[in-house]
């Protein structure tokens, strides 16, 4: 008998590895070889040149994507976003081994091909809905984020009987934490609770520290990229110093989106409203329904720790957006920080599923009841991945932005999309080398933008003067700009906060001309 449910457990387990394939070669399928808007771009640019992106730095991903980039076929810009599609249909995986382990071992008259069919029905949800659909088609750090916090909760909750598996879980949250540390950090207290479900407290807490001690060595390891890198190109600050490590490393540039309502019109009610309504698109009415039952049905288990830990990897999800000033459900970035919340609400699907198929034992209902977990997501799913798929957006712009810089020009970018681009086309493809691309600002916010102005005036000498004077007052110094324009055509892309005299200015496609 112990054969046979062996045989049965790696049955189970080949299929959902099977329905995660299938996710990752249709992600595949649709990927687009070109990036996309937002932080994709600066991502390949940095990860390429092994440079740094912006605070906080995200380490961990920067190698992993370099790898990715070095695959044998199609174009840089597939290969960085198949990264982010790998992660994604790991998550897939995941997410159907939990429902899977949890099914098993709460209920026992469940049939193991009923429980094999939640689990991998779990895996096609959650890997083709729209929020998994969004961050997998593009190179980010959501899905790599989402695979190591799932595969920390799937390990925790064995971690109780074995201090060796407390260590994985607590090297998966060290790599964590040097990908995108706030989610992770969000993510603890949950994953915390799962491992308690195997042996209890205080077992549990005997057997947690190698875990707390391999997460911050993993942490402290991983950090190292920064300053062992800070001579790369793109870069923001100087990571060569503990300040400058610390200030990426922080994300203090960041800090003032926690809150920040005033600056908005928007509070947590109307948050919350909106990341609810995330949640639903993403699994239905249907599933929040079954999500909720999922949780009344571990706690009537007396499987109190689970329930609690899987409620918590939902609530400090969606808490990772809702306390900010704005969410805005058409960001592509929003739906990232929500990826563990709507992962472990397909968990929680699955198991309030299986309640409700042990209660009934009817095999048509149950069989529907499987088809209907799967299905009921995927159209708005496809339509997203359709959408992405055939997005034409970027490429446009930036035809008109380079058909807009005269040769040799110093083009002046506030927009850093706009900017992420430009790194993006210079530093891979190769684009027009001979114009001279500087961040408006010159990354004021970035420790008052001394260091990247400094790597600036040694990028292109012509600039030194323009960033001796920056250095000193902060400001663009409009007389050396227009001595500047004298000998190169130099252009402005249109900001709101740059104050400067019009009368100078005449309109230059995408730039204004000085």
């Given amino acids: 008998m112990k054969d046979a449910s062996a045989q049965q457990d790696s049955t189970a387990v080949r299929a959902i590895s099977i329905a995660?394939?299938?996710?990752?070669?249709?992600l595949a399928f649709f990927i687009k070889p070109s990036p996309f808007w937002l932080d994709a771009p600066e991502f390949m640019a940095a990860s390429w040149q092994f440079g740094q992106v912006h605070p906080p730095g995200h380490?961990?991903?920067?190698?992993?994507?370099?790898?990715?980039?070095?695959?044998?076929?199609?174009?840089?810009?597939?290969?960085?976003?198949?990264?982010?599609?790998?992660?994604?249909?790991?998550?897939?995986?995941?997410?159907?081994?939990?429902?899977?382990?949890?099914?098993?071992?709460?209920?026992?008259?469940?049939?193991?091909?009923?429980?094999m069919a939640i689990g991998v029905a779990g895996t096609v949800a959650f890997g083709l809905c729209t929020s998994?659909?969004?961050?997998?088609?593009?190179?980010?750090?959501?899905s790599l984020n989402a695979a190591l916090v799932l595969l920390a909760s799937l390990f925790a909750m064995k971690a109780g009987s074995d201090a060796r598996i407390a260590?994985?879980?607590?090297?998966?949250?060290?790599?964590?934490?040097?990908?995108?540390h706030f989610l992770t950090i969000l993510a603890i207290p949950g994953v915390v609770l799962l491992s308690f479900d195997a042996n209890g407290f205080e077992e549990s807490i005997k057997r947690i520290w190698p875990g707390v001690a391999l997460a911050v060595a993993v942490t402290i390891g991983v950090y190292a990229y920064l300053p062992a890198r800070s001579a790369g190109w793109p870069t923001w600050t100087d990571a060569s110093s503990l300040s400058g490590?610390?200030?990426?490393?922080?994300?203090?540039?960041?800090?003032?989106?926690?809150?920040?309502?005033?600056?908005?019109g928007l509070g947590l009610f109307d948050n919350a409203s909106m990341a609810l309504q995330i949640v639903i698109d993403n699994i239905s009415?249907?599933?929040l329904v079954l999500a909720v039952m999922g949780l009344v049905y571990l706690a009537a288990k007396r499987r109190f720790y689970?329930?609690?830990?899987?409620?918590l990897l939902v609530l400090g999800s969606l808490a990772s957006k809702v306390v900010m000033g704005l969410l805005d459900p058409s960001n592509p970035d929003d739906h990232g920080y929500f990826a563990v919340a709507i992962a472990t609400m397909v968990v929680l699907e699955g198991i309030g599923l299986a309640g409700i198929l042990e209660t009934l034992k009817l095999r048509l209902v149950s069989i529907v009841s499987v088809f209907a977990m799967m299905v009921l997501p995927l159209p708005i799913g496809l339509f997203t991945l359709s959408q992405r798929a055939n997005a034409v957006e970027t490429s446009e712009v930036m035809e008109m932005v380079w058909q807009s810089a005269p040769p040799g020009s110093v083009a002046l970018v506030s927009h850093y999309p706009i900017y992420f681009m430009t790194l993006y086309d210079q530093g891979i493809e190769g684009v027009r080398p001979d114009v001279t691309v500087v961040q408006q600002s010159f990354y004021s916010k970035a420790q008052k933008g001394t260091f990247y102005a400094q790597q600036i005036a040694i990028r292109d000498d012509d600039l030194g003067p323009l960033v001796r004077s920056f250095l000193?007052?902060?400001?663009?110094?409009?007389?050396?700009?227009?001595?500047?324009?004298?000998?190169?055509p130099v252009l402005l892309e249109a900001d709101s906060e740059l104050v400067v005299p019009y009368s100078d200015l005449v309109p230059n496609g995408w730039f204004f001309r000085i």
Avoid at 85 to 103: D, E, N, Q, T
Avoid at 248 to 256: D, V
């Fill in 59 to 115: 380490p961990v991903a920067m190698p992993l994507i370099k790898g990715f980039m070095l695959m044998p076929f199609g174009n840089i810009a597939f290969r960085a976003n198949l990264f982010s599609a790998f992660f994604g249909a790991i998550s897939s995986l995941v997410v159907g081994l939990m429902v899977l382990s949890i099914v098993r071992s709460t209920y026992q008259s469940i049939s193991r091909h009923l429980s």
């Fill in 306 to 311: 689970l329930a609690a830990g899987l409620a």
């Fill in 167 to 180: 260590g994985l879980v607590g090297i998966l949250i060290g790599l964590g934490l040097g990908n995108h």
């Fill in 245 to 264: 490590v610390i200030w990426i490393a922080s994300a203090k540039i960041f800090a003032g989106s926690v809150g920040g309502f005033e600056n908005t």
């Fill in 20 to 26: 995660s394939l299938a996710v990752f070669l249709i």
């Fill in 132 to 142: 998994s659909v969004i961050q997998s088609m593009s190179v980010e750090i959501y």
């Fill in 285 to 287: 009415w249907v599933g």
């Fill in 472 to 488: 000193e007052s902060g400001e663009l110094n409009w007389p050396l700009l227009l001595k500047l324009a004298k000998v190169r």
